[in-house]
């Protein structure tokens, strides 16, 4: 499965940060012009293998930032 779906499912089935979104604003890498704030953004900024088995990728490390976009700022 991809990454960026796992990320995104868990943050839309986050019932405290929906709460705070008041079009449920979640986006991958770029926001779009959202006309609702605030908008959850979040990228992928590493992904790097960790555990080969057999010449095959079995593990990765993957880190990701998650960023808040408002209207004002705060």
Known sequence: M????????????DTDLIKLLP????YTAVSENAGTYPVVVFSIIDDVPSLYADDLEINSDIRFQLTIITDDGE
Do not use: G
């Not at 079009?23 to 979640?26: A, L, N, Q, S, W």
């Open 2 to 13: 991809d990454i960026r779906k796992i990320i995104y499912e868990k943050l839309s089935a």
């Open 23 to 26: 079009d449920k604003c979640i």
